[in-house]
């Protein structure tokens, strides 16, 4: 039998284990191991340490919203400087999709369809990459800070939810 204080330290071994399992391994298995534990740890809020991976997702999907309405915010006000600039205007089209489509069809499917949400938060990654940064193939886009930042936490968000199902 074990003692009192030998107990005490299994137990709280376990609960630690059990409570930070979730988070720690989905954070490992994912692209970016310090930016995903760092924005579940600032979006998820004190209840993150005991998510379960449907809750993580969550969060990250959330993130990409929020990176997206950045994004846009950026596009519409670099459009106001130069209203005619037509890779501008595609990469604020693309975010308005992120925004009002396909980040909401991902957190619905998250729940539900995890490969589907898994293939649209890839083409999230996508649209981004190829069909924003890569219009400004004759010089840096100006909205390359915020299409990176898009990039990783959906690279991020497609890992996690990868791991749902």
Do not use: W
């Not at 979006?43 to 919203?65: F, H, Q």
């Not at 400087?81 to 499917?109: A, E, F, N």
């Not at 996508?126 to 840096?140: I, M, N, P, S």
Request: hydrophobic share 40%; glycine share 8%.
């Amino acid at each position: 039998m074990m003692n009192p204080s030998a107990s005490s330290i299994f137990l709280v071994q376990l609960v630690c284990f059990l409570v930070f399992l979730p988070i720690g391994q989905c954070s490992s298995q994912t692209p970016d191991y310090d930016i995903c534990l760092y924005l579940l740890k600032y979006n998820g809020g004190s209840g993150i340490y005991s998510a379960n991976r449907t809750r993580l997702a969550d969060v990250m999907i959330d993130v990409v919203g929020f990176r997206a309405t950045d994004a846009l915010a950026k596009a519409i006000e670099l459009l106001r400087k130069t209203p005619q600039d037509l890779s501008l205007t595609i990469c604020r089209k693309q975010y308005t999709y992120i925004k009002l489509i396909g980040v909401p069809t991902v957190k619905r499917d998250a729940y539900m369809n995890h490969q589907a949400a898994k293939k649209l938060m890839h083409e999230i990654y996508d649209r981004v990459g190829e069909g924003c940064e890569y219009l400004f193939r004759a010089g840096k886009s100006p909205l390359t800070e915020f299409n990176l930042g898009v990039q990783k936490v959906a690279a991020i968000a497609e890992a996690i939810i990868g791991q749902l199902g």
